[in-house]
């Protein structure tokens, strides 16, 4: 579900969601892409700068909203799961998708040996080595702010895991 909500703001298919055809960050001489067949504006990540970033964190709260508001629609098998799911648990797994994004695009665009160090334009160099914030069981080790009504809260790596580990279990019983 989470890769069908990314792939429709974007604009693109879910079969697109790949390094060579996720859509780049628009540069300042381009027009801004539309939604397809629609005159919405799509989702533009900067790939080359992490979720936390401003400019990744404001979109990355609009895919977040849209789970939590609409997931069902999407998969109409998960919705009671859904209404059950805490927003810092929704949160964690679309951080996670867009690393996974992220590194994708960074591999794809930027060659398998500058994985481990890249530079965005800004000059800032970032580490995506050891899985891009995964520990050693595959899982993030924190997600980062929450955005709730009383601001971003962090979220705190063992509830995180906790919650992925038994949330997750209750989108596999949806299914």
Not at 19 to 36: S, V
Not at 120 to 126: I, R
Not at 141 to 168: C, E, M, N
């Amino acid at each position: 579900m989470i890769r069908h909500v990314f792939a429709r703001a974007m604009g693109i298919a879910p079969t697109n969601m790949t390094g060579k055809f996720l859509p780049h960050h628009p540069q300042a001489n381009e027009p801004w892409p539309l939604k397809p067949g629609t005159d919405e504006p799509a989702i533009r990540f900067d790939w080359y700068k992490k979720a936390e970033d401003p400019c990744n964190w404001a979109l990355i709260i609009i895919i977040i909203n849209e789970i939590s508001k609409n997931g069902g629609q999407y998969s109409p098998a998960c919705r009671d799961a859904l209404e059950q799911v805490e927003l810092e648990h929704i949160q964690e797994r679309v951080v996670y998708k867009f690393k996974s994004l992220r590194k994708e695009y960074m591999a794809h665009n930027e060659g398998p040996d500058t994985m481990d160090n890249a530079t965005s334009d800004d000059g800032e160099t970032f580490d995506l080595g050891g899985g891009d914030n995964m520990d050693a069981t595959g899982g993030t080790r924190s997600a980062g702010p929450v955005a709730l009504k009383d601001g971003p809260q962090p979220v705190k790596s063992g509830v995180a895991r906790s919650r992925a580990d038994g949330v997750s279990f209750l989108f596999l019983q949806a299914m």
